[in-house]
């Protein structure tokens, strides 16, 4: 199975803000990586899929990117809506795999 | 609109049976694999099972193999797991998710608001 790895596994951070989080896979994934967020209490919802391009509907302070095992989530300037705990997934093979996830919470 | 919807969740003894089902809605449900996830009490993400837009391609982790099926509908938009011999590290909710494409390589778009499962005695 493909191992994912964030890190860090949390951050503490101010409105306005910089975020970066970064994900590693074991073995070559190409761009077939997937971002998710989770509010608490919530349903996961797919921000960014093949390592760079924004679902629909996403605010353009989030990007991504990265290929082969090494990949990043910026968001550019934290908003209150962004804390949150964010996933990021490998869509190369099955099992798909999850990192253990980064919440992002307000300092 | 894309809506997925889980039902049938609920409290299990250990080694008990249940099946959960997920209602899709606004899109084509026969042309896009289905998955299911799982997030434990407190937990992060684990994928369970996929089953590809035909059913020709179903797979599911290693930590259920053997005891949880996967099956759709296309006729009724529905997909459906039945686990068999239940246990208490199968507690989680349980989402229901639509790929973005039929089969192979694809990603989650859309998920459910997801069902909570509980094994215990």
């Known amino acids: 199975d493909i191992q994912m790895t964030q890190s860090p596994s949390s951050v503490s951070a101010s409105v306005g803000d910089r975020v970066t989080i970064t994900c590693r896979a074991s073995?070559?994934?190409?761009?077939?990586l997937a971002w998710h967020q989770q509010k608490p209490g919530k349903a996961p919802k797919l921000l960014i899929y093949a390592a760079s391009t924004l679902q629909s509907g996403v605010p353009s302070r989030f990007s991504g990117s990265g290929s082969g095992t090494d990949f990043t989530l910026t968001i550019s300037s934290l908003q209150p809506e962004d804390f949150a705990s964010y996933y990021c997934?490998?869509?190369?093979?099955?099992?798909?795999?999850f990192g253990q996830g980064t919440k992002v919470e307000i300092k | 609109e894309v809506l997925v919807e889980e039902s049938g969740g609920g409290l299990v003894q250990p080694g008990g049976s249940l099946r959960v089902s997920c209602a899709a809605s606004?899109?084509?449900?026969?042309?896009?694999?289905m998955n299911w996830v799982r997030q434990a009490p407190g937990q992060g993400l684990e994928w369970v099972s996929v089953?590809?837009?035909?059913?020709?391609?179903?797979d599911f982790a290693g930590s259920v193999k053997g005891r949880f099926t996967i099956s759709r509908d296309n006729s009724k938009n529905t997909l459906y797991m039945q686990m068999n011999s239940l246990r208490a590290e199968d507690t989680a909710i349980y989402y229901c998710?639509?790929?973005?494409?039929?089969?192979?390589?694809?990603?989650?778009?859309?998920w459910g608001l997801g069902i909570l499962v509980t094994v215990s005695s």
């Open positions: 606004g899109f084509t449900f026969s042309s896009y694999a």
């Open positions: 089953i590809s837009a035909g059913s020709g391609y179903i």
């Open positions: 998710v639509k790929a973005s494409d039929g089969s192979g390589k694809n990603y989650f778009d859309y």
């Open positions: 997934q490998q869509a190369y093979t099955f099992p798909r795999t």
């Open positions: 073995q070559d994934i190409s761009s077939w």
